[in-house]
């Protein structure tokens, strides 16, 4: 199940929404990827959070939306939507529900043997697609751009990419990994300005501050208070 949720059907839905609607759109959508993990946790495990981490959530996406938008809040309102913004919006909720679901992964199966079972899993039920899309259209070219896309895609947005998010879901639950996913705007903006030349603006710094902000005030815990009369230990560290 895991294999055809979250390799199968969400990567088709991502890269065939890319085809057809705008980053900003694509951005805006997966920016609501923390807030429905942590509605399906509810729905199917009743996980609930603070109120201090449902804070950190609505700031955090405020950052996004800062970002994303370029600090001009009339851009919500001139969005034009597409079919691809369709395939967007359901990709979402298909990524929660995987995310949510690795709670289920048995604990004595290693993580590296747990990926090559839901990656040879989502491989066989894209394979009917793939024929299909080269019936239709021809082969992919072999060119050095094509191929370095492909191993570009398969080492670093595949493999690594679930290799660090399982890891991730397991070491913190869900609920916390998924507040990360609004890190992509802000890693976007760094990336953009190393290898494209384009400029750091002011929203940009108020955006990954409410992102940064909003991560600390979720995944920060507070030590319980000592009890009445209770003689501190000190620390050994």
Known sequence: GLGLIGVALFQQLVYLALQYTTAINAAIFNSTGPMVIVCISWLLFRDTISWRQGLGIVLSLVGVLAIVT??????????????????????????????????????????????????????????????????????????????????YTAVFASVLAFVFWNGAVKEVGPNKAGLFLHLHPAFTTVLAMLFLGEQLHSYHLAGIALIVVGIYLTTATRSPAPAAGARAVPSLA
């Open 70 to 151: 370029r600090g001009e809040a009339g851009v919500l309102l001139h969005l034009h939507f597409n079919p691809g913004d369709l395939w967007a919006l359901v990709s979402v909720p298909i990524w929660g529900l995987y995310t949510v679901l690795l709670k289920r992964r048995p604990a004595e199966l290693d993580g590296l043997v747990f990926l090559a079972a839901i990656a040879a899993t989502g491989v066989l039920a894209m394979s009917p697609l793939y024929a299909w899309d080269v019936w239709r259209g021809g082969p992919m070219r072999l060119t050095p751009a094509t191929v370095g896309i492909v191993l």
